[in-house]
């Protein structure tokens, strides 16, 4: 991993990887939303936190995240969590 | 009586291997006592995985002392469990293959979720990443699906219809319901049948990790701190007759195989229905010639999962209605293990026990109430009950449903 990135950086890319999986325009997407409210339903949204995991090499814990209801914001805030607690690309 | 007889399928033997062991017996004295087979992961690069626990074959399983230094060479794992299952079975049915042309009028159906995945995984380690140019030459017949079926058959001198079945985690129970169907039309006097899953490969196991439905502590169906299901493995195999020509050699019966339903939900691809899985428990009943009330106990699926839990238990709702809440409910994977294709046979050597003792296995690891899981799961101690008839079922990934309709001899 590399240094770590703003949050503004890190938002506008989560916000681009779930309107490429959701097909939705980018600028449809809140901060507040849920996978839920922009169609991103069970399996698609497992998808979403592969490509993000991907993308930042990261690795989101296992356990402790409902991905269909939790917002986005939550998405941002665990891509710099994850980023924070090491450059190993979250290895397991 | 008569009309309904022709129908029913007496199991005259039953074979299991487990993540309680080798056998049958071990199996059942196991989910009878409440005993979880649930351990950390064996596996050469368990350090690496973020899968830690698993229900595994013992490491005491030695197949060299099953399966001669010919035999085993052709033998992926999930053959070696079949073959042992169902060598137990038939020794436990009596029956001859050999005497009197029967082994023509048996078929062999085994179901199996992916067949040699292990086999499968070390040929591709071998060709990526060692980037060797020749693969062990029985490969293909080691990995082929149909190879557990086949060498059982083989084996037996089994010479009937024999095949594999794959519906994911309900492939035993569709492999069993397709066994049953060809005695009752008359093509088989006898079935093997059943189920074999061993796919915990390095593969598979990441592959797993990444659909993030397993639990990381234990497996606790029902239960409202439920975090996933648990991998196992396993076979389970039965041999099936037809009443008729059981009652003609005077064969003990376990249990009668009285109905089968099977449906497809046709919506997610995960995401489970409770109109489909429902479907498939109404026509078990109605092709058993049971009324919901005749049903005492049912052997859940019960993976475990947030999804499947409360979607099982809104199902049995609506088809069991006032008799639900009478109903005891437990999901042995809490000790087994959720051994996919094989889940099945684990299961209805569960069911089959439960009806000869008059004990039914509990729920393990269920400990917290869950608002949307509301019947009776016979919560981690078992239960003197005595069992007329049961349904064991099972739902599979892709939304493929089987459900057993099972009643006492």
């Known amino acids: ?42 399996l698609d949204a497992i998808e979403v936190i592969f490509d993000i995991e991907e993308h930042f090499d990261i690795h989101f814990p296992d356990q402790g995240t409902n991905f269909d ?24 | 009586m008569t009309e309904v007889d022709n129908r029913a399928i007496a199991i005259t033997g039953m074979g299991a291997i487990s993540a309680f062991g080798e056998g049958a017996e071990a199996l059942w004295s196991g989910l009878r006592e409440g005993r979880s087979g649930i351990r950390p992961l064996r596996h050469e690069r368990a350090a690496d995985l973020r899968v830690r ?83 062990h030459p029985l490969t293909i017949v080691r990995l082929m699906i149909n190879a557990p079926a086949s060498q059982i058959s083989m084996a037996h001198g089994l010479r009937g219809p024999s095949f594999a079945v794959a519906s994911a985690c309900a492939s035993t129970n569709h492999a069993i319901a397709q066994a049953a169907l060809m005695i009752r039309a008359g093509l088989i006097d006898v079935a093997v049948a059943g189920g074999t899953e061993a796919c915990l490969s390095y593969g598979a196991l990441r592959a797993w990790e990444a659909m993030r439905v397993l639990a990381d502590d234990t497996c606790r169906p029902f239960s409202g701190n439920r975090r996933g299901l648990v991998l196992g493995e396993g076979a389970g195999v039965f041999v099936l007759e037809s009443m008729a020509h059981a009652r003609a050699r005077g064969a ?50 019960g993976t475990g999962t947030p999804a499947n839990d409360p979607t099982e238990t809104r199902a049995i709702h609506a088809v069991f209605g006032a008799h639900a809440p009478k109903l005891a409910v437990s999901s042995t994977k809490s000790m087994h293990g959720h051994a996919l294709g094989a889940s099945g046979a684990l299961e209805l050597v569960a069911v089959l026990g439960a009806m000869r003792d008059g004990v039914v296995p509990p729920t393990a690891n269920l400990d917290v109430a869950d608002p949307a899981c509301d019947l009776d799961y016979v919560p981690n101690q078992p239960r003197e009950l005595k069992v007329r008839a049961a349904l064991s079922n099972s739902f599979a990934f892709g939304g493929l449903n089987a459900v057993l309709a099972v009643r006492a001899a």
């Open chain 2, 252 to 301: 003990n019966i376990l249990g009668v195989l009285a109905g089968v339903g099977m449906s497809a939900d046709a919506g997610d691809i995960v995401a489970p229905d409770p109109a489909g899985s429902g479907s498939a428990m109404a026509q078990a009943l109605a092709d058993a010639g049971l009324a919901p009330e005749d049903i005492d106990y049912i052997n859940a699926h």
């Open chain 1, 1 to 42: 991993m590399t240094e770590p990135q703003s949050i503004d950086a890190i938002r506008d890319q989560v916000f681009a990887i779930i309107a490429k999986q959701a097909k939705i325009d980018v600028a449809t997407i809140r901060n507040e939303s849920t996978l839920k409210d922009l169609g991103v339903a069970s």
């Open chain 1, 69 to 92: 209801t939790d917002t986005v914001q939550h998405l941002i805030d665990a891509v710099v969590a994850a980023q924070a607690a090491g450059g190993e690309g979250g290895a397991q």
């Open chain 2, 53 to 135: 626990i698993a229900a595994q074959v013992p490491e005491s399983f030695d197949p060299a002392a099953h399966f001669g230094e010919r035999a085993l060479p052709m033998l992926d794992r999930a053959s070696q469990f079949a073959l042992y299952a169902a060598n137990e079975a038939v020794a436990q049915s009596g029956l001859d293959f050999a005497a009197g042309g029967l082994g023509g009028r048996t078929g062999v159906v085994i179901g199996t979720g992916v067949g040699g995945e292990t086999t499968q995984d070390e040929q591709s380690r071998r060709l990526y990443a060692e980037n060797a140019t020749r693969l």
